[in-house]
Nanobody, 124 residues
Framework: QVVLVESGGGLVQAGGSLRLSCAAS????????MGWFRQAPGKEREFVAA????????YYADSVKDRFTISRDNAKKTVYLQQNSLKPEDTAVYYC?????????????????WGQGTQVTVSS
């Protein structure tokens, strides 16, 4: 089992940047495929980005591609989401998720473990 704790959210003006972190417990972090999802008020949870176990492959939603970067440090058991050029529509609670085995990185139900979320608010 793995416990995930997100941090780094906050209030930022449009065009600004944030770096979200997700720290994992347990000894097998490198065995997990990691993802970031977000949920805005009144909307369904949506895929943001994902990264393979070794970091060799990454996946992004079209809405964040070229603005967000996902990365991981297996030695520190942490996955990151660098957010640049933030827009008001990026406002949401951002969740980190982990999966031991999945076939579709963009599907929330493929992930086994979730963090509690961190709020990102982008003002116009």
């Amino acid at each position: 089992q793995v416990v995930l704790v997100e941090s780094g959210g906050g209030l930022v003006q449009a065009g600004g940047s944030l770096r979200l972190s997700c720290a994992a417990s347990g000894r097998t972090f490198s065995s997990y495929f990691m993802g970031w999802f977000r949920q805005a008020p009144g909307k369904e949870r949506e895929f943001v980005a994902a990264i393979a176990r070794t970091g060799g492959s990454t996946y992004y939603a079209d809405s964040v591609k070229d603005r967000f970067t996902i990365s991981r440090d297996n030695a520190k058991k942490t996955v990151y989401l660098q957010q640049n050029s933030l827009k008001p529509e990026d406002t949401a609670v951002y969740y980190c998720a982990a999966s031991l085995s999945l076939s579709q990185a963009r599907v929330a139900s493929e992930y086994d473990y979730w963090g509690q979320g961190t709020q990102v608010t982008v003002s116009s």
